[in-house]
C-alpha cells in the first residue's frame, strides 16, 4: 500500500489487502465486537493499522485454519486480541493477485442417446388367438386312458386387493361372486397373453 503505516484505510482498501470483500468485512464486524472501525458521516468505516491486523488475525484463523467463527470468538476471549493479531499477515504484505478470469467459452452438451429397449404394451383390447406353427401336430380327441393334468397349487396368496383378495382364499364360489370375478379373470387373461407372445416374439 502506498500510504504510510499509520493511515487509515477504508474498507475497500482492506477488502483488498486481505483479499475478501467488503460485505465479508461488514459481517465479520457484526460477529467481532472487538472488531471497532472508525465511523464517520455517511456510516463511511475507516480502519486503524490495529484494527487490520485483528482483521487479518481473524482471517488466517477462519480461512487458513478452519476455525469456526464461535471457536474465533472463543480465542479472542481467552486468549485476547493482541494474540489474534500476532496471526496477522503483515500491513505491507501485497494484496492477494486476482484470480484469472473465467473464458467465456461454452461447450456444446450432447447428450448420450437413451438405450434402446423394447416395450411391451399393455393395453387390453381384444387379441386374435394366438397362432399355431404349421407343423405342429394336434390330437381332435384326448387319448381314453389319459388323465387330465392338474394345475399346480400356489402355496401362498398373490398380492392383490378388493374382490380378488377376497376370493383367492375361498373354497365355494356363489354366482354372485363368480359374476364380480369374472371380467377382472377375463382382462388378466388378455394381458398375460399378450405378454407371453411378445416375450416369445
Wanted: glycine letters at 6%; proline letters at 8%.
Amino acid at each position: 500500500m502506498s500510504k504510510s503505516p499509520d493511515a487509515f484505510r477504508t474498507i475497500s482498501e482492506v477488502a483488498d489487502w486481505l483479499g475478501v470483500q467488503a460485505h465479508v468485512l461488514r459481517f465479520w464486524e457484526s460477529r467481532f465486537t472487538q472488531v471497532k472501525p472508525v465511523k464517520r458521516a455517511g456510516g463511511r468505516r475507516y480502519y486503524r493499522p490495529n484494527d487490520m491486523r485483528l482483521l487479518g488475525g481473524i482471517k488466517k484463523l477462519l480461512h487458513e485454519d478452519g476455525i469456526t467463527i464461535k471457536g474465533v470468538q472463543r480465542i479472542l476471549r481467552e486468549q485476547g486480541v493482541a494474540h489474534v493479531a500476532s496471526l496477522s499477515q503483515s500491513l505491507d504484505d501485497p494484496s492477494p493477485a486476482p484470480s484469472s478470469p473465467v473464458e467465456d467459452t461454452v461447450v456444446p452438451f450432447e447428450p448420450k442417446p437413451a438405450p434402446v429397449t423394447e416395450q411391451i404394451h399393455m393395453d387390453l383390447g381384444e387379441t386374435t388367438a394366438p397362432k399355431v406353427k404349421e407343423d405342429a401336430q394336434i390330437d381332435a380327441a384326448p387319448a381314453a386312458n389319459q388323465q387330465p393334468v392338474a394345475e399346480p397349487q400356489l402355496d401362498a396368496s398373490p398380492i392383490l386387493g378388493g374382490i380378488t383378495s377376497l376370493a383367492w382364499n375361498r373354497e365355494e364360489f356363489d354366482d354372485d361372486l363368480l359374476r364380480r370375478i369374472a371380467p377382472i379373470a377375463k382382462d388378466l387373461r388378455h394381458w398375460l397373453d399378450r405378454v407371453e407372445t411378445q416375450a416369445t416374439g
